[in-house]
Structure formats: C-alpha cells, structure tokens
C-alpha cells in the first residue's frame, strides 16, 4: 500500500530544501531506550533528573555514572535503516538537512556528516572551569565516574545542553533558518515535549512546509502535520524512500 500521496511525493521531489528532526526514538530499534518510553528510567531516575546543572552541582558522580552507561550502549549500538536512510537522502541530495536532538552519535556513524546535534554529544566532555573539550574515547577518559581537564585539573562535564540551560546560538540560527526555508519538515521520533525542537516543527510549518511524522505514539505536533506514520521509523524512512525514489535501491 502507498503511504504518500501522490501531491505530497511531488512536494518532496521538487522540494529545494528539506528538513529532518529526528529524537530517541530514531535510535530505538538499534537498542538505545528512549527518555520517556519504556526502560528510559535509570535506577529510577528520569532524564530532567539528571540532566541539570543543579544535578551536577549536587551529586557529579551520580551523572557522570548515568552518561557512562548510556555512553557504553551507544558504543554497542549500530545504525540502523531509519539513520541509513536519512544519510543516504543526504548523500543524494544535498538540499537535504538533520537536525537532531540525540546525542547517541549515530547519525554520523550512519554517514549523515551534515548534521546539527542540537543536545551536543554524549562522546564530548567539557571542562567547567576553562570549557576546553575532550573526546571521552579518544582522549582517553572512556572509565567511569568523575574525569578531570588535562590542562587545568577542573571537574570535567558531559557536553550536552542540559534542561534550563542556554542552547548554542549559532545551531539555533542555523535550525531555524533551515526550517523556515523548508517545503518539508520530517519529524522522527521524538515525543516533542522540549520546546525548541517542537518550536523548530512549528515554525517549519507556520513558513508553509508540510509536516510528516514518523512515531508509533501520537504527539502534540500531530494535528499540524500532513501526515502521520505511526510505524517504526527503520521501516517507515525506507519504504517513504522507495516512493520518492521508485528507481533507486537504498543499498
Ligand atoms: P522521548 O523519549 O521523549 O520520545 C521518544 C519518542 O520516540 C516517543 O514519542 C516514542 O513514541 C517515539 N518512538 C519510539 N520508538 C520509535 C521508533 N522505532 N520509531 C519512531 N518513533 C519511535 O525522546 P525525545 O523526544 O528525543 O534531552 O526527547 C527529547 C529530549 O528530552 C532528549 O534530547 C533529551 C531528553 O531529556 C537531553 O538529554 C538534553
């Protein structure tokens, strides 16, 4: 059976910019929890638990043990068909834009170069005192517990943008302005409970882009989307490329 229509695959074809918002759930099917579903409590803690200065101010350990254990199950993980899709359409055309809100790193692995991470990167450490940066795997800090900058000996902390803190200003003009030049806004996978994302689909659509969400889970960005998929994105992504793309294998 199709699942677009055949006005919208024009839209997609003849689109000089698209736009992909991918969250957790893009990553489920490679065995990443997401953040609100099932099994994305950690010793019950929830995300907005841990993922706050004031967490880290209190109990640095407690943190940094929570992101090595998410870091070790990204380490594990592989890309799958929802990422490899995304990188091949970039690799095709270059009109073709991420953003993403996950940190797990692997979009790049699946060869999507282009991309903005809007969290930051669960492989990338700061320094709190001089915000000189580390590659947690690299530079060698890949144990557990608290590391420490190897140039001036401050608490080092996970490089991601924690609830209430600032986003990065440059990949916050850059998301918006790629969504409000879009024609089509994909929104994979995520449950658009943090507002700058959700804002970025909005604004996406408000510039008059259609919306196409790909989640099993309706959410409030549901009712201003063309489209909705509630299917996994590993197998919705592919089978909307051989629609769009009838002609070319996603091998
Ligand atoms: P959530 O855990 O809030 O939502 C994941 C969404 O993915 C849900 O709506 C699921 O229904 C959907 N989903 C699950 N499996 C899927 C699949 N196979 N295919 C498609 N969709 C699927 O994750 P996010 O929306 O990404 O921030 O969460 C946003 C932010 O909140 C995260 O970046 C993180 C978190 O706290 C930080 O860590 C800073």
Request: net charge neutral.
């Amino acid at each position: 059976m199709e699942l677009l229509p055949k006005d919208s695959l024009e839209t997609i074809r003849n689109a000089d910019k698209i736009v992909f918002l991918t969250g957790a759930g893009i990553s489920n099917e490679s065995g990443i929890p997401t953040f609100r579903g099932e099994g994305g409590l950690w010793k019950n803690f929830r995300a907005e638990d841990l993922a706050t200065p004031s967490a880290f101010q209190k109990d640095p350990n407690l943190v940094w043990e929570w992101y090595d254990w998410r870091r070790e199950i990204c380490q594990k993980a592989k890309p799958n068909p929802g990422h490899l899709t995304i990188a091949k359409w970039q690799k095709k055309m270059k009109s073709v834009s991420l953003i993403t809100q996950n940190v797990d790193g692997l979009h790049p692995r699946a060869g999507s170069h282009s991309l903005i991470e809007l969290h930051g990167n669960i492989f990338r450490a700061r320094c709190t005192k001089c915000s000189e940066k580390f590659h947690l795997v690299n530079d060698g800090f890949d144990h557990s517990g608290l590391k420490y900058c190897k140039h001036c000996e401050s608490l080092l902390r996970p490089d991601i943008v924690w609830f209430g803190e600032e986003y990065d200003q440059t990949l916050l003009t850059k998301s918006w302005e790629l969504c409000k030049q879009s024609q089509v806004v994909f929104v994979v996978g995520t449950s658009a409970n943090v507002s700058v994302p959700a804002n970025l689909a909005h604004t996406a659509i408000r510039n008059g882009a259609i919306g196409i969400e790909i989640n099993p889970d309706e959410t409030n960005l549901t009712p201003s989307m063309k489209h909705h998929f509630d299917g996994k994105s590993g197998e919705v992504l592919p089978q909307i490329w051989k629609e769009v793309f009838p002609n070319e294998s996603l091998e």
